[in-house]
T-cell receptor, first 114, second 114 residues
């Protein structure tokens, strides 16, 4: 079985500051890793995913995450945040097989201060 | 970009009533899922569905819940006799069969049981 731990329930940062949202996972099998974003009163949107290959993956809006197998981590980073990045961010994991369910972490609420 | 469509966006029902939540997955996807998110909590897996049968379900998905794909496009979640604790946001998701396609989520149905 897989599990995901997001240690920070809330992360307040100032606009244009860098941010890191931490994610650690646990699994006895190989996994795929995801970050989803949920803007206020909206659904879940895929931000980025790690399937294989390069351990550094990027999103179109400047976020990146690095898969670290030895530390079982998949932390999300952005060098300079914007007010519009205010949202809940969920790290998620699934088994490396077709149709395996996604297991979500408890989420990190990112709040950006002007 | 293809979307997963959920209706209604918000449903209020009395305790003990039956509700049906509807989803139209992405047309060429093969795997379908329901998740729920109780207010302020993590997103929880309920059930996965493939080839017209349940492939996996969680402990939450008890006898009060059922899923159905009545035609080639719809995927429904039925709660037979709603309880107050069923109040949550319910998300439908679909996948092309491997995580490479990603899991696409709908915008959710907010169910309020009164």
């Amino acid at each position: 079985a897989q599990s995901v731990t997001q240690l920070d329930s809330q992360v307040p940062v100032f606009e244009e500051a860098p941010v890191e949202l931490r994610c650690n996972y646990s699994s006895s099998v190989s996994v795929y890793l995801f970050w989803y974003v949920q803007y206020p009163n909206q659904g879940l949107q895929l931000l980025l995913k790690y399937l294989s290959g390069s351990t550094l993956v990027e999103s179109i809006n400047g976020f990146e995450a690095e898969f670290n197998k030895s530390q079982t981590s998949f932390h999300l980073r952005k060098p300079s945040v914007h007010i519009s990045d205010t949202a809940e961010y969920f790290c998620a994991v699934s088994e490396r097989s077709s149709a395996s369910k996604i297991i979500f972490g408890s989420g990190t609420r990112l709040s950006i201060r002007p | 970009e293809p979307e997963v469509t959920q209706t209604p966006s918000h449903q209020v029902t009395q305790m003990g009533q039956e509700v049906i939540l509807r989803c139209v997955p992405i047309s060429n996807h093969l795997y379908f899922y329901w998740y729920r998110q109780i207010l302020g909590q993590k997103v929880e897996f309920l059930v996965s569905f493939y080839n017209n049968e349940i492939s996996e379900k969680s402990e939450i998905f008890d006898d009060q819940f059922s899923v159905e794909r009545p035609d080639g496009s719809n995927f429904t979640l039925k709660i037979r006799s709603t309880k107050l604790e069923d109040s949550a946001m319910y998300f439908c998701a679909s996948s092309g069969g491997v995580a490479d396609y990603g899991y696409t989520f709908g915008s959710g149905t907010r169910l309020t049981v009164v």
